[in-house]
């Protein structure tokens, strides 16, 4: 199973989600690695680095999930973790979501997303990844 | 659900699922003895009907919307628009840079700068916040909470010094409460920036200064509403509030406060959620409880200090980004219970909460909202017109004591504050805050738009919602850098060194804190200074 890291940035501590979210892809068999409260995309990224993340979710709610998700990115991509799928939760205004696509976003959870959706996502974007890297390396995909 | 299936049940009859309370109180099929506390009256000790006789025919709510964006200047204009629609008393909300003791340029809050509430720093912004605000004649809540509380409180202070109001003329709260103010309470949240039983001293220190100097303050607004709004019941959130202001009473008594000099100062910050019996017997049994525990156990001689004064807001979490309108009438049936619980002002929370803070049109919805119910339905014109109510009466007596049973545990591990610490409030909450998700998952809760009467076919709502203008933080950020670099350093740093040495030495930080806001502080370089003078340096 995967190993996922996730995280809020900044000041915004409202974690309610974050933390159900961890509980469910935990009971679904994967290693989460939840990095808390106020964190920077610095730390983010340097957890990812040491804990050879496959996946890394951020939470914002009162925090602006554009900035907050280019920020994350571009500091992913400057550790060499761009090809890592970067995932967020929380609220997104319809807006937002078309900028966050743009930022290469590889899928967004918002409010009432079920426990099995979310796997089911999860485990899409894992296997899309794996394969990605298979061809990357060219040694054929598992699957 | 298929229609099949509704039309199916709407045959066999159409019932709830269970016949429990939120907080899990069995509710019976309808109760026949007429309970005894019905003899109680309004305006008498233990003053469970309320703490007036006459209530809302004397005084109606203080209509208190929450309150703050962007820059100080910008949030001061959304001020007079809320007194203009009809606010009664202001409640204003910082942004966490504010509310955690740093200044705007700090790098954890890049791109967060007056989005959560308006960005303070310096006694410049705070003159420009209440601008044309008169200070001795609206009241206004201070959301912040220790340590930031004692030099944004100082900032007020020198505020109304430079405009010739005494403190003693100033009327408002400064919420103040050092375990509960951060959203969800995690542990984390609280414990990250500074040591806890700091925070509590400076709290107690705001507190002993207020009840000296600041007659007509309000020294505290113990938070229950935060702590609620992670899932936790109507027990727990009474449990955990009436445990905490009484450990804090118990401290100011310790350090040599008669009960009777801050009692009547002390106020709640509390929830109403949607059962709506239940709220209203809440609200009842938590004023039965405080009035007894200040006269039994702390020797309180005057009726006022037993007033159980509680300003509410309406709960946030059973709101729902799905369906959004759904929640004027959730909020709507809130406001109503806080009302018919005896509440002293309330904030209807806007039915866009999920997604920004208030536009001018949802806080004005809020306001109109709280004026319907005030000045259309009648429900004012006699106190407590629950009381008496055979089922309220009795869930008033059920949750007074299975609150005093969570307070008899809680007092037997130690108080409030040392269970907090101990991590035992953590682990309640987190047990209710999956209890929570995981009703909702499963449908148990039910919730309208949610998991049940779900519209799949709908769109998306097309609503304004409140946006921030882009420029802001950077402007933010260049401001505080261009003001401190144009003060008197050397009387500054002399102010700055007495705060460090009174901090270390315990002595009360007001009168320093005042004074270095007075030479040009910001309110990150005295959280800073607090940091130094106990050695404390934060993380990452």
């Not at chain 2, 016949?19 to 899990?24: D, F, P």
Request: with cysteine; glycine share 8%.
């Amino acid at each position: 199973m995967a190993r996922i890291v996730l995280a809020k940035l900044g000041s915004d501590a409202h974690d309610l989600g974050v933390t159900a979210v961890a509980r469910w892809l935990r009971e679904g068999g994967h290693e989460v690695v939840y990095a808390g409260l106020y964190n920077t995309p610095e730390r983010v990224a340097q957890i990812a680095l040491q804990e050879d993340a496959d996946l890394v979710g951020v939470s914002c709610l009162s925090s602006d999930p554009v900035y907050a998700t280019r920020r994350m990115r571009q500091t992913l991509e400057g550790v060499g973790l761009g090809r890592v799928p970067l995932v967020v939760g929380g609220v997104v205004t319809p807006d937002m979501k078309v900028e966050l696509s743009r930022l290469g976003v590889a899928a967004i959870f918002g409010p009432g997303t079920r426990r099995e959706r979310l796997l089911e996502s999860i485990a899409g974007l894992l296997a899309a990844t794996t394969h990605a890297r298979a061809a990357a390396d060219g040694t054929p995909s598992p699957r | 659900m298929s229609t099949d299936r509704l039309f199916d049940r709407y045959l066999e009859g159409e019932r709830p699922a269970d016949y429990r309370t939120l907080s899990g109180i069995e509710l019976p099929p309808f109760l026949a003895d007429r309970p005894s506390a019905a003899a109680e009256r309004p305006g008498e000790y233990p003053f469970t009907r309320g703490i007036h006789t006459e209530m809302y025919r004397q005084r109606l709510w203080t209509r208190r919307q929450q309150s703050g964006y962007g820059t100080p200047r910008e949030s001061n204009e959304r001020l007079h628009y809320l007194l203009r629609q009809g606010a009664t008393g202001l409640n204003i909300d910082t942004d966490m840079a504010t509310k955690l003791g740093f200044d705007p340029d700090h790098p954890l809050f890049e791109g967060e700068v007056g989005r959560q509430g308006t960005s303070i720093a310096t006694l410049e912004d705070m003159e420009q916040l209440f601008d044309g605000i008169p200070l001795d004649r609206v009241s206004s809540t201070l959301i912040v909470q220790p340590p930031a509380s004692a030099p944004f409180l100082a900032m007020y202070l020198a505020v109304a010094r430079r405009r010739g109001i005494p403190p003693s003329a100033l009327i408002g709260t400064i919420m103040n409460c050092a375990l509960t103010q951060l959203a969800g309470a995690t542990q984390q949240a609280i414990t990250h920036f500074f040591p806890i039983d700091f925070s509590v001293r400076v709290g107690l220190d705001v507190m002993e200064y207020c009840t000296r100097e600041m007659r007509r303050w309000n020294i505290v607004n113990v938070n229950a509403y935060n702590m609620r709004e992670t899932g936790i019941n109507a027990i727990q959130e009474a449990a955990f509030a009436l445990s905490l202001a009484l450990e804090y009473a118990e401290r100011l008594i310790a350090r040599g406060l008669d009960a009777d000099a801050f009692a009547q100062r002390m106020a709640f910050f509390t929830a109403a959620h949607m059962d709506l019996f239940e709220e209203v017997a809440k609200l009842r049994a938590m004023r039965r409880i405080w009035a007894r525990l200040m006269r039994e156990r702390l020797g309180a001689k005057d009726d006022r200090s037993c007033w159980f004064r509680t300003a509410i807001q309406t709960a946030a979490l059973p709101l729902t980004a799905q369906e959004p309108l759904n929640n004027i009438v959730r909020a709507a049936i809130q406001t109503l219970a806080a009302v018919l619980g005896g509440s002293q002002s309330i904030h209807t929370t806007s039915y866009d909460e999920a997604y920004a803070l208030p536009s001018e049109a949802s806080h004005r919805l809020s306001i109109r909202t709280q004026q319907v119910i005030g000045y259309e339905t009648n429900v004012v014109k006699s106190a407590d017109p629950l009381g008496g109510s055979h089922l309220v009466e009795w869930l008033t007596g059920r949750l007074e004591a299975d609150i005093l049973t969570m307070m008899d545990d809680i007092r037997a591990r130690g108080g409030f504050v040392s269970v907090f610490k101990a991590g035992w409030v953590e682990q309640q909450i987190r047990e209710a805050r999956f209890e929570h998700m995981d009703r909702v998952e499963s449908g148990d809760q039910p919730v309208v738009g949610v998991n049940c009467f779900r519209d799949e076919e709908a769109e998306e709502p097309k609503m304004e919602f409140f946006a921030y203008e882009q420029e802001m933080p950077e402007a933010r950020m260049r401001y505080v850098r261009e003001y401190r670099a144009r003060r008197q350093a050397p009387a500054l740093q002399a102010a700055l060194d007495a705060l460090r040495r009174a901090t270390a030495a315990g002595e009360n930080v007001m009168p320093p804190v005042l004074a270095a806001v007075e030479a040009g502080a910001t309110i990150g370089e005295v959280c800073r200074t607090f940091g130094e003078a106990i050695g404390h340096t934060v993380e990452g």
